[in-house]
């Protein structure tokens, strides 16, 4: 059964840090893994969507890489601002067509 | 910008009682899901639709839940008799096809007391 995983939970760095969200999953046979935005009381924004042939997906100031064989994923955010204050969720497409989320991680950047 | 669109935003009922929670996908898109969101849990697979029949569920998704697609927009969700547990946040999602970005609604809170 796929598990996926985020560390840490929580997470606070100074305003303009660059950081890093982990995001682990145990069953390699995926489709593709998507990561996501919520802000307190609000749905889900798609940031970047990695499918399982690529390795890495860019979009502005974000950085996602995928390693399918061992199970993990990074979502690397550059120049951290408070904007970018939300919690972050990872989700793996499985093959047999389910979405497992994880349980995310609360990103504040200090001003 | 296209949006998925869910009403209400909170919904509020009695134990036992019937609720529809009601999505408007994006319009040119094929594929609808149900996911919910327990207070402080993860955000958990329910149902997905597409060609007017569901296409997986998970094992959530029992009896006392059904999904509809009424006319050319809606998509709705069906709890026939609501429980304390089902209280929760509710995301319907929408994509144009299995394997691309899902777009989120911003959800329907459902608290039932």
């Known amino acids: 059964k796929q598990e996926v995983t985020q560390i840490p939970a929580a997470l606070s760095v100074p305003e303009g840090e660059n950081l890093v969200l982990n995001c682990s999953f145990t069953?390699?046979?995926?489709?593709?893994l998507q990561w996501f935005r919520q802000d307190p009381g609000k749905g889900l924004t798609s940031l970047l969507l990695?499918?399982?042939?690529?390795r890495e997906q860019t979009s502005g100031r974000l950085n996602a890489s995928l390693d399918k064989s061992s199970g993990r994923s990074t979502l690397y955010i550059a120049a951290s601002q408070p904007g970018d204050s939300a919690t972050y969720l990872c989700?793996?497409?499985?093959?047999?067509?389910?979405?497992?989320f994880g349980k995310g991680t609360r990103l504040h950047i200090l001003p | 910008e296209p949006e998925v669109t869910q009403t209400p935003s909170h919904q509020v009922t009695q134990m036992g009682q019937e609720v529809i929670l009601r999505c408007v996908p994006i319009?040119?898109?094929?594929?609808f899901y149900w996911y919910r969101q327990i207070l402080g849990q993860k955000v958990e697979f329910l149902v997905s639709?597409?060609?007017?029949?569901?296409?997986?569920k998970s094992e959530i998704f029992d009896d006392q839940f059904s999904v509809e697609r009424p006319d050319g927009s809606n998509f709705t969700l069906k709890i026939r008799s609501t429980k304390l547990e089902d209280s929760a946040m509710y995301f319907c999602?929408?994509?144009?096809?299995?394997?691309?970005?899902?777009?989120f609604g911003a959800g329907t809170r459902l608290s039932v007391l």
């Open positions: 069953d390699s046979a995926i489709y593709n």
């Open positions: 999602a929408s994509t144009i096809s299995a394997k691309n970005i899902q777009y």
């Open positions: 989700a793996v497409l499985n093959r047999d067509d389910k979405i497992i």
């Open positions: 639709f597409y060609n007017n029949e569901i296409s997986e």
């Open positions: 990695i499918q399982s042939s690529q």
């Open positions: 319009s040119n898109h094929l594929y």
